[in-house]
């Protein structure tokens, strides 16, 4: 739906979205990218693995960390197609991920640009650049119709 | 510290703690109660385990969370020495802990009285009763002792 290519990095997050819906999953995919190398990548797992902290963006950015034997992500960018709620945002600060680029704003959940804001406070230790929208469209129409046919 | 005895819970809660310390992690520690029955005790251990993620609230959440079979800990109390981080209040929301019980407040560091102050807001689906002040000496205590005998 977007008049360009997505970057690579966003089309592997929305694979990752889609793996997802597959598994019954809220389809919401991530991946943590350094050097133009994808580290990690994962869905949203909650139900299959009886874990409420089982968002993409938590298992993509734990996944990075062992993969690199370390908890700080310095100089890594993640991806993810849907803006991360409170726990993720969070999560990205502790994980001194570098730069955050999401595709679709959450506005009913998501705390970057909404609700808790959480990059904003001064108790945010770490702040990532952050880009929002490329991709939203894709993104956007995996959750429309992953609800819908839940409804 | 305290002149009446502290509940077990938080009594378990700060043996958490001083295990953190031990293992040289941030003396923080958690305790998840169900109808009394504590069913997962962490502390912090992002260091040993390579993960940004690995703060006592998640660790204990994931391990209540995996010892019911289910993502969700309704009717939960969690208790921890410190004030939860956005990151941490996230997952007390996703997981539905009923009661929050925390010791030290966090100025610097907590989103929960502090900063985002994530349960505030209405993208915030579950927010938990939350307790404050049990415990706070002796969790100060601790987290003093630890940066002092670094700096």
Redesign the interface.
Known sequence: MSRWPLPEAMQLALAQARAGESAGEVPIGAVVIKDGTVIAAAHNA??A???????AE?LA??AA??A??????DGCELWVTLEP???????I????IARLYYAAAD?????VD?????FE?????HAPEVYSGMGEAEAGALLKAFFAARR
Do not use: F, W, Y
Request: net charge positive.
């Open positions: 909650p139900r693995l009886h874990d409420p902290t089982a968002h938590v950015i734990r960390a062992m690199l034997g370390n908890e700080r992500l709620c409170a726990m993720c945002a969070g999560a600060s502790h994980a001194r506005p009913k959940g998501g705390a909404h609700g808790a804001r959480v406070h001064e108790q945010c230790l």
